[in-house]
Each structure stands twice: as structure tokens, then as C-alpha cells.
T-cell receptor, first 114, second 111 residues
Framework: EAQVTQNPRYLITVTGKKLTVTCSQNMNHEYMSWYRQDPGLGLRQIYY???????DKGDVPEGYKVSRKEKRNFPLILESPSPNQTSLYFCASSFSGLINYGYTFGSGTRLTVV | KQEVTQIPAALSVPEGENLVLNCSFT??????LQWFRQDPGKGLTSLLLIQSSQREQTSGRLNASLDKSSGRSTLYIAASQPGDSATYLC??????????FGAGTQVVVTP
């Protein structure tokens, strides 16, 4: 089944403790992206990747890191999480970043930073 | 930067009524527009994708139109059912690699 898989689904952590949220897709998609969703603010793009070793900032990149060493994986790294990063995170992929193709989303990761 | 707005923010209708959800965008150089459905606490499910060269797309009871000149897209859901209750999001992109979402319309269909 074609899908985008995120792990973990739920995560509670403490301020300052480094964490990684994984994202993997099995569709050989070139484009991958991370979003956060907050009440009243909708989905906002954090980082995106057009292909292996090619990443760029979205609208809210502060406090996050990403890497794209393999085509199928696009992990989101929070080096020193803070409470304002408590949010619902989504990973998405698409055949091409030309945006003439639709996006497939993962099921989300609900992160709580205390 | 592309700005996407969805009106209304919330909508409640009795079962059987047709739903009309609106999405407006500021940059007419849009590549495509995609409508998603999100159930509470869940991920996004793609409903319809309209390419910039198209004016509408249909899937079952769903029909989405795109008018680039006026910066609008409309999602129609015919003969609504309680199972249609969800939040509906539109998203469009006018820059390479960037997709802008609206805040969504929360729909409740009452039996």
C-alpha cells in the first residue's frame, strides 16, 4: 500500500531533550515536506526537500532541522524542544515539487513538550 | 507569498442538503489546488486535485471548481450525509516546493 509513515504517533517530552520524528514514504517520491498544525493557524510548512540532499526552509523553520540522505526518509529533528513546539506534525510527499501532482500525508505526530 | 482563505470557518447543515465550501487565494499564478478532508485527530485525506489548466474535477458526490482569474475555488458536496462531518482544507501552491493551506471549514451534518 502506497503510504507515508510517521513515527511516533504520540510523544511527550521535556524541554531541551533532543528528539527525532521519522517520516518514510514507499512511493519513490522526490518531494517531501513537514508541516505543523496549530488551532487557529492552520497548517504551516516547516521544511521541504525537492530531492536527496536538497532541503529548504518553509514558513516556520526556527527550532527545527531536517536531513534527506535517502529518497524515502525525511526525519524532523528538534535539537532543543520548547513548549511552543507543542503541536500536531504532518509529513507529506509528492512525485515532484513542481506541485502539478497531489500530496500524500502521513497520519500525524502529536508532540507535547513540557 | 500565497495567502489562502476559507469561508465559512464552520458550517452546520441537516442531512440531505448540498454543501458549498469556499476557498480564495491571492496569487493567480497558482500551479494547482487540492482539497483535503481531515477527521478529528487524524491525518489529511486528499479529495480532489485541480490542475491550473483545469476548471473543475468531480469524484462521486464531490465537485470542485477553480477560477484562477478571480482567485477562487469551490467544493460542492451533494446530498450531504453525517459521514461527511469533518474539516475540509484547501491548499494551493504558486512557488516551487511550497504549498499554502487555508485554515479549513469545519462541517457538521446533522441527521
Amino acid at each position: 500500500e502506497a503510504q507515508v509513515t510517521q513515527n511516533p504517533r504520540y510523544l511527550i517530552t521535556v524541554t531541551g531533550k533532543k528528539l527525532t520524528v521519522t517520516c518514510s514514504q514507499n512511493m519513490n517520491h522526490e518531494y517531501m515536506s513537514w508541516y505543523r498544525q496549530d488551532p487557529g493557524l492552520g497548517l504551516r510548512q516547516i521544511y521541504y526537500s525537492m530531492n536527496v540532499e536538497v532541503t529548504d526552509k518553509g514558513d516556520v523553520p526556527e527550532g527545527y532541522k531536517v536531513s534527506r540522505k535517502e529518497k524515502r526518509n525525511f526525519p524532523l529533528i528538534l535539537e532543543s524542544p520548547s513548549p511552543n513546539q507543542t503541536s500536531l506534525y504532518f509529513c507529506a510527499s509528492s512525485f515532484s515539487g513542481l506541485i502539478n501532482y497531489g500530496y500524500t500525508f502521513g497520519s500525524g505526530t502529536r508532540l507535547t513538550v513540557v | 507569498k500565497q495567502e489562502v482563505t476559507q469561508i465559512p470557518a464552520a458550517l452546520s447543515v441537516p442531512e440531505g442538503e448540498n454543501l458549498v465550501l469556499n476557498c480564495s487565494f491571492t496569487d493567480s499564478a497558482i500551479y494547482n489546488l487540492q482539497w483535503f478532508r481531515q477527521d478529528p485527530g487524524k491525518g489529511l485525506t486528499s479529495l480532489l486535485l485541480i490542475q491550473s489548466s483545469q476548471r473543475e474535477q468531480t469524484s462521486g458526490r464531490l465537485n470542485a471548481s477553480l477560477d484562477k482569474s478571480s482567485g477562487r475555488s469551490t467544493l460542492y458536496i451533494a446530498a450531504s450525509q453525517p459521514g461527511d462531518s469533518a474539516t475540509y482544507l484547501c491548499a494551493g501552491g504558486a512557488s516551487w516546493g511550497k504549498l499554502q493551506f487555508g485554515a479549513g471549514t469545519q462541517v457538521v451534518v446533522t441527521p
